[in-house]
């Protein structure tokens, strides 16, 4: 099946410091999700692009689709301890490449901060 | 409040026993999802329906069974014929058919097989 490569798997850094997060396919996306789950919960949309190039924000986070359709990056600015948790990132492929329409999550990247 | 719901948060059973996991969804979506996540692990899907009385196997089926009766309501039978069914299982929902696009989770069933 299709496969995303979701890097760093965990990143520790300090309050107020900014992170950086990304998502890498081989195949080419028509949509691009990033997700927050906290422990013992379900996920939690964060931010949501359809358009190749396009950047999206949402408070402290900023997000874009890249130009390729075969990535996408999630940035998170001046980080607090609330954002601790795993953010995920998941995409739709397209139907012509021969993916289905169900989505396709990455395995996680685990934030940590320390105040 | 709209949202997905599902129950009960904790639940444990005997090896060898069948087990139903349920979820509720108020949102009108079309689509509903069952996923099971491991620790450590990306989200895998176990089955989903598009519409009422229609569902397909995703790529974790074996040992699972679920049922479509009605738009709201989309519950996953734990087999006892699942291998290794100690798991986070999320329930999720989306308002296309066609299936991807956004989806919306519910907050999660831990199953532990004792």
């Known amino acids: 099946g299709q496969q995303l490569n979701q890097s760093p798997q965990s990143m520790f850094i300090q309050e107020g410091e900014d992170v950086s997060m990304n998502c890498t396919s081989s195949?080419?996306?028509?949509?691009w999700l990033w997700y927050k789950q906290d422990p013992g919960e379900g996920p939690v949309l964060l931010i949501a692009?359809?358009?190749?190039?396009e950047l999206t924000s949402n408070g402290r986070l900023t997000a874009q689709f890249g130009i390729t359709r075969k990535d996408s990056f999630l940035n998170i600015s001046a980080s607090i301890p609330s954002d601790v948790g795993i953010y995920f990132c998941?995409?739709?492929?397209?139907?012509?490449?021969?993916?289905?329409?169900?989505?396709?999550f990455g395995k996680g990247t685990k934030l940590t901060v320390n105040p | 409040d709209g949202g997905i719901t599902q129950s009960p948060k904790y639940l444990f059973r005997k090896e060898g026993q069948n087990v139903t996991l349920s979820c509720e969804q108020n949102?009108?979506?079309?689509?509903m999802y069952w996923y099971r996540q491991d620790p450590g692990q990306g989200l895998r899907l176990i089955y989903y329906?598009?519409?009422?009385?229609?569902?397909q196997k995703g790529d974790i089926a074996e040992g699972y069974s679920v049922s479509r009766e009605k738009k709201e309501s989309f519950p996953l039978t734990v087999t006892s014929a699942q291998k290794n069914p100690t798991a986070f299982y999320l329930c999720?929902?989306?308002?296309?058919?066609?299936?991807?696009?956004?989806?919306?989770f519910g907050p999660g069933t831990r199953l532990t097989v004792l």
């Open positions: 999720a929902s989306s308002m296309q058919a066609s299936g991807g696009g956004e989806q919306f």
């Open positions: 195949s080419i996306f028509n949509t």
């Open positions: 692009l359809y358009k190749a190039g």
């Open positions: 998941a995409g739709q492929p397209t139907l012509t490449q021969g993916g289905s329409e169900k989505l396709v």
């Open positions: 949102l009108n979506h079309d689509a």
């Open positions: 329906s598009q519409i009422v009385n229609d569902f």
